[in-house]
């Protein structure tokens, strides 16, 4: 069983309970054991891109420090989160101004320069887990599944600084789909923004977002979408009723692994 | 902020080569907030490098942008708009009294599937 | 005693404006052995060079020290303005006070002090010269010709037809190039094939010229005048004296199903095979990877047709050693990876093209006779979107950041073309800017907008969607509306990037010619000398130096075989004195310097040397053949004993400039 | 000698007269500053430029060298500076015995057509040394200005 530091974030602890449940069961199922960063804050949902903000990335900060000091290595499953987490680090590695006044606030020995290393769930079985070995603990291949991946913006936007997969035409989650049986649906819009906090501000505008990429996936022929944000899979339930089910991708992982008692539902 | 000063933080706060814009429009092309917006991703690189900055903190259009970075990874300039954007909006809500949401505004918006995510990421991008 | 004397140019006010001339003559004046000093205006002009002649003659000096622009620019005038005053020309010495002083600093005081001390290095390396006797090589009359396209054609005809013998170097079965693959050339519509055609025939029957097609250059050596380059001609399992060109072979192959790199994919060749009907030579080919004869012995059906018994699969591929005067690079280019720009869907639609692959379209002998059909279903596109700068002027790292020049004409020509022919279409072109200068260029261009109702609208493609109908949903802007559009289109045309042949690295590093970041070869001069490399006796033709046309290519290709066939009229060279030389009392004999030579100019000899007892001993020493050192001095510093030195800049002078620099 | 602000230390530039030559040339043609203090002395191929050079600086008073030569595969005469990478590579680390600062000297690779990097790389080769202060360790007292 390998430990690594894992970053929960805020909505994995509440509206997305199953998220966090399942993606542990699922890394417990292929040797891996979460262990939950001490006093983790929010990560505030978005990177501040603006140099001059330092507050708002402090939350970040610290996790980033633990998982130094943990193993060097931190995973996440929420996008969100991986976005705010990889663009921090980034800002440590190329803004020795702003790793300066973090560290000096923080009061951190030694300080901290961005050693940490931040890793999404996806990554994890892409890159060290491996596609193979996932589809061998697959228990219920989710046979004739048409699975549209959703990757959104956070995942792989700035791709210069993420690097977690081509920013226009991913394959991650669709191998992933693939390994659980199922078959990934091919769509243009898979990394089209959903509309995200404009929730809030401008409903109607963020709708547009979200039935734009629906669409796309329906007339494609998917009958099912998956996603790691939660923010994206409420505006896509929420925002844009369609024939579509939406789900974490976590829940068609434990599904497929057998960690589910019998039904499909989350 | 007299004009020149205004554009200069921006630049600062932004890291974004606002002079390396040929007018391509492929920021525009690929923004999926284009329609809600009164001033575009281009014009908003254009007029910042005008130092015509005014304009853009009295509209809406900053508070559309969804920080997709869909025109960041397109530009072939690496000029980086979104940047520019969150750079005008944050000079915009720093000042007192700016703030576009507030916490108030909260429980209206409120239903019960929202995530908790969609109220800090709302918060930190209309607060200071 | 050595009388050296001083002249500064003001260079109009290049140099006077942040340089103090007046100020550099008083204090250069006072330094040992200057016995003259003067300003001038424009030293290059020939009353400055008077003043220099004169100066020498009137107070009989031993050497010269020029304050100027780079000696890259005029030291050679300086030298052959000595020279006519009857003063050796190395005995010149050129401070750069210009484009290393006065071009870089603003501050008067600083950039006067400056000019000072490099005008004193100068001196005291002038104070060192030893008058040099270039020594002469003679010139191989025949040229190289690497790379077969109509840059590499042209040249080789005009150097062919003043009589001097010349070989072509083509990697591929055939000559022609990109251009045998274009449809119709801008701005006059012709078709390409009916132009190029006539000159590789041209070509196959010129007793000059030989073409080594389907061939590498494996190695060059030697320096301007006498090159000695290999050649390796790939098996191509076909003898070329025997095979008649019949084609049957190629219709008797049982292996179809070999993607047909002519039409760039979108149909099928055999594993035997001739590129397309007009090839020259028109030989057949066998392609190894598909030859189930070559791969595993099974079949030679080919073989048992050919009624010339041309086929021998036994052929293996073939090294020719021969010699040239000049080497010219004619590398051409090759269209850039659109498959980096996700975002318009290449590898998800096979309706988004490239504009090559929409010549292959259009083209008679094309894979569709010429119809324009889509590549996905067949059908004829009704709703055509064309993209210019696709990867030109992009600054990222997957882009190239310069113009590819030649997007806009032939987006203009295909636009106008089909608009021509299918007048139920509708064609867009995105545009940043439309660049058309060149003769009758934008006036094509407007014909395009304005007669044949081509939508140019001003702005760029953020994204193309495709439709489980089989449509490409274009999103983009309208700059000039201010609006985002969504076009719903049948074919997407892209105009990628060109970009340099990737065997020009390679060559280039053979040629030990320079390229700059894009991987074009570097002219010599940009504007002076723009059909040379700066290496002697490389030249440059076509694309490889950078983006044109073909009217550009065909005239640049043209004045590069004037280069050429001036260099091949002499008889003699004359060559750098600037070589390595050997103190024989100092050398130990010990070969260090012999093994770092990348010329191979140094050997040794068994020689007797007269001892201090009168004795006499056979000490072996190192002796540096002037005519094959190229003087780079690698050997100067690996001589362990110090008697390797090079002249013009030997250790005593070098060491001399650091210490007037340190004073 | 007192280190004050206005230190301004003397550099010595070895230029490849194929790249780095023509490439300050060009940094002088579009006018891209550089500190007046790097004089550069013009070499056939970086590989001309013999350690005993480079230590007669420091000796004289230099307070830094560059050594400038062609791209890795684009010397003119082929391997030139690969010869340069290894000596320099072994004089920097005798001078690094003798206590010489490892930034006050430096091997780059500036190609004709590289005005803007020349410019550059000067700029940021003289901040560095103006950052260490005079040249002491090696410098000849007899040899001083003033």
Known sequence: MTKIAYYPGCTLKNKARALDEEARAAARLLGYEFEEIDEWQCCGGAFTTSRDEIATKLAAARALTWARDHGGRVVTVCSACYNVLKQTNAAFRTDSEFAAKVSRYEKTDPPYRGEAEVVHWFELLRDEIGFDKLRAAVKKPLKGRKIAPYYGCL???????????????????????????????????????????????????????????????????????????????????????????????????????????????? | MNKQDLKEEIVRMSGSAVEKCMRCGKCSASCPSYEDMEYHPHEFVYLVEKGDIEKLMASESIYKCLTCFACVERCPRGVEPAKVVEAVRLIVIREQGMNRLKPDDIPGLWDKDLPQQAIVTAMRKYTK | MQKIGVFVCHCGTNIAATVDVKAVVDALAKEPSVVFAADYPYMCSESGQNLIKDAIREHELTGVVICSCSPRMHEVTFRRAAASAGLNPYLVEVANIREQCSWIHKDKAEATEKAIILGRAAIAKALLNAPLIAGESPVTKRALVIGGGIAGIQTALDIAEAGFPVDIVEQKPTIGGKMAQIDKTFPTLDC???????????????????????????????????????????????????????????????????????????????????????????????????????????????????????????????????????????????????????????????????????????NAAGPTGGVLLRPSDGKHPHTIVFIQCVGSRCVLEKGKPYCSKICCMYTAKHAMLTREKYPDTEVYVFYIDVRTPGKNFDEFYRRAAEEFGVHYIKGAVGKIVPRADGTLDVQAADLIMDEQLRISADLVVLAAAIEPSKTARKLATMLTASMDTNDFFTEA???????????????????????????ETVSQAGACAAKVIGLLSKNKLTGNPCVAHSDELMCNGCSSCANVCPYGAITYLDKEFRMPDRTTKVRRVASVNPAVCQGCGACTVACPSGAMDLSGFSNSQIMAEVDAICR | MQVNEEFVPTIVAFCCN??????????????????????????????????????????????????????????????GNYYTRRRMTLLFSMLDYLGIERARTRVEWVSAAEGQKFAETMRSFVKDVTALGPNRRLEDLRCRKD
């Not at chain 1, 796309?216 to 009723?241: F, H, Q, R």
Request: hydrophobic letters at 35%.
């Open chain 3, 192 to 362: 390409s094939a009916c132009i190029l055609t006539p000159k590789m025939v041209e070509c196959a029957q010129n007793e000059n010229i030989r073409i080594f097609s389907y061939s590498e250059v494996e190695s060059v050596s030697g320096f301007v005048g006498s090159f000695t380059v290999k050649i390796r001609k790939k098996a191509r399992y076909v003898d070329e004296v025997k095979c008649t060109g019949c084609g049957l072979c190629t219709e008797k192959c049982p292996v179809k199903n070999v993607p047909n790199e002519f039409n760039l994919g979108f149909d099928n060749r055999r594993a035997v095979y001739i590129p397309f009907a007009q090839a020259i030579p028109k030989i057949a080919v066998i392609d190894p990877d598909r030859c189930n004869m070559l791969k595993n012995g099974k079949c030679g059906l080919c073989s048992r047709v050919c009624e010339a018994g041309a086929i021998n699969y036994k052929q293996t591929d073939e090294i020719v050693e021969e010699h040239y005067g000049a080497i010219v690079a004619a590398t051409g280019y090759e269209i850039s990876d659109v498959t980096r720009y996700g975002e318009y869907a290449y590898t998800e639609s096979k309706d988004v093209i490239t504009s090559l692959e929409f010549e292959r379209l259009t």
């Open chain 1, 155 to 266: 995942l792989l936007r700035p791709s210069e600084t993420l690097a977690f997969d081509s920013p226009e035409n991913p394959t991650v989650m669709e191998d992933f789909i693939r390994a659980l049986g199922a078959e990934p649906v091919r769509y243009a819009m898979r990394n089209e923004c959903c509309g995200g906090y404009l929730t809030l501000e401008d409903r109607d505008a963020a709708k547009k977002r979200s039935a734009a990429v629906l669409s796309s996936a329906v007339e494609m022929g998917a009958d099912c979408m998956i996603t790691a944000c939660p923010l994206c899979l409420y505006n896509l339930t929420k925002n844009a009723a369609g024939p579509l089910e939406i789900r974490y991708f976590t829940d068609v992982l434990a599904e497929a692994l057998g960690l589910k008692e019998g039904g499909e539902n989350a």
């Open chain 3, 525 to 551: 001069h940009p504007k002076l000398r723009p059909v040379e490399s700066p290496t002697a006796g490389i030249f440059l033709s076509g694309v490889c130096q950078g983006p044109k046309d073909i009217p």
């Open chain 4, 18 to 79: 194929w790249c780095s030559y023509a490439g300050a040339d060009l940094s002088g043609t579009n006018r891209l500053p550089y500190p007046a203090n790097v004089k550069i002395i013009r070499v056939p191929c970086s590989c001309r430029v013999n350690p005993t050079f480079i230590l007669r600086a420091f000796q004289r008073g230099a307070d830094g060298v560059i050594i400038c030569g062609c791209h890795p595969g684009d010397c003119h005469y082929t391997t």
